[in-house]
Nanobody, 123 residues
Framework: QVQLVESGGGLVQAGGSLRLSCAGP????????MGWFRQAPGQERDIVAA????????YYVDSVKGRFTISRGNAKNTVYLQMNGLKPEDTAVYYC????????????????WGQGTQVTVSS
């Protein structure tokens, strides 16, 4: 019943930046751990970044550390992924996901998913 909607994807040159947004219902959104996943053609869907429901902790996959930042909006029903220094290997469909608070970050742990937004990085 939690509907997540991503936006902000597009085409960008290597070294550029994009800011992805994820919106959900305010009444439940703040009670969930949030994450961003990505999936390239023919590849598995993998975690990129995650944030605790209360913002106390964040996680980043090694390949994006220092370049990507996950954050919660002040409205409590938005989550962002700021992507700087983009590389061609970042090209993928990016998905916003939500789960009840837990300590694991696999696709099986997440209860709700957005439809995805395409990010393409050209060289």
């Amino acid at each position: 019943q939690v509907q997540l909607v991503e936006s902000g994807g597009g085409l960008v040159q290597a070294g550029g930046s994009l800011r992805l947004s994820c919106a959900g219902p305010r009444q439940s959104f703040y009670s969930y751990d949030m994450g961003w996943f990505r999936q390239a053609p023919g590849q598995e869907r993998d975690i990129v970044a995650a944030v605790r429901w209360n913002g106390a902790r964040t996680y980043y996959v090694d390949s994006v550390k220092g370049r990507f930042t996950i954050s919660r909006g002040n409205a409590k029903n938005t989550v962002y992924l700021q992507m700087n220094g983009l590389k061609p290997e970042d090209t993928a469909v990016y998905y916003c996901a939500a789960k009840k608070p837990s300590n694991t970050l696999t696709t099986l742990d997440y209860d709700y998913w957005g439809q995805g937004t395409q990010v393409t990085v050209s060289s």
